[in-house]
T-cell receptor, first 115, second 113 residues
Framework: GEDVEQSLFLSVREGDSSVINCTYT??????LYWYKQEPGAGLQLLTY?????DMKQDQRLTVLLNKKDKHLSLRIADTQTGDSAIYFCAESMRGNTGTASKLTFGTGTRLQVTL | DSGVTQTPKHLITATGQRVTLRCSPR?????VYWYQQSLDQGLQFLIQYYNGEERAKGNILERFSAQQFPDLHSELNLSSLELGDSALYFCASSAGTRENGQFFGPGTRLTVL
């Protein structure tokens, strides 16, 4: 079945790197995503990785995927106060109708950036 | 700005009532998804439409229904509202056939009193 888990809270100092972790259970997941949610706002797509990739880098963001362990991580380099938010990982599979399928979200990790 | 719009932003109503939430997807996106976000359940998928047709159903109650219109906007109808229906309701859209992520609207916060 589908289950995505994340730790609830992470606190880092401004300028340090943040690493947010996620584990998922469905080995047939095809895409894995990271979303950011700021207070009172919707979910902002940060990045995604296809399941046959190990790593993807996008500016300050690095996504690592360990498919064997079903572990996904998001590293934010040089973390800023504006990065304070809740970060959700999500998995999806291509639907059997050929369309992009629903997202199954983790519980979210609240990132607190301190000065 | 994701390009997905939702109205209204806030909705306060009473138990037993019916409300309609509206979503306009990004230009060119054919798929619309509805999600519910609550403190106890987290983010839960409700239903997906693609080019006017229902494609997938998640944990959607029978009291809830949705549709996607020819102009691709979508409405989520919630009826016989209960206190536990209070939540944030998000609409998301995607191109439909390509996996490049879903783009979320700002959400509608529903409060049932």
């Amino acid at each position: 079945g589908e289950d995505v888990e994340q730790s609830l809270f992470l606190s880092v100092r401004e300028g340090d790197s943040s690493v947010i972790n996620c584990t998922y259970t469905d080995s047939s997941s095809t895409y894995l995503y990271w979303y950011k949610q700021e207070p009172g706002a919707g979910l902002q797509l940060l990045t995604y990785i296809f399941s046959n990739m190990d790593m993807k880098q996008d500016q300050r963001l690095t996504v690592l995927l360990n498919k064997k362990d079903k572990h996904l991580s998001l590293r934010i380099a040089d973390t800023q106060t504006g990065d304070s938010a809740i970060y959700f990982c999500a998995e999806s599979m291509r639907g059997n109708t050929g369309t992009a399928s629903k997202l199954t979200f983790g519980t979210g990790t609240r990132l607190q950036v301190t000065l | 700005d994701s390009g997905v719009t939702q109205t209204p932003k806030h909705l306060i109503t009473a138990t037993g009532q019916r409300v309609t939430l509206r979503c306009s997807p990004r230009s060119g996106d054919l798929s619309v998804y509805w999600y519910q976000q609550s403190l106890d359940q987290g983010l839960q998928f409700l239903i997906q439409y693609y080019n006017g047709e229902e494609r997938a159903k998640g944990n959607i109650l029978e009291r809830f229904s949705a549709q996607q219109f020819p102009d691709l906007h979508s409405e989520l109808n919630l009826s016989s509202l209960e206190l536990g229906d209070s939540a944030l309701y998000f609409c998301a859209s995607s191109a439909g056939t390509r996996e490049n992520g879903q783009f979320f609207g700002p959400g509608t916060r529903l409060t049932v009193l």
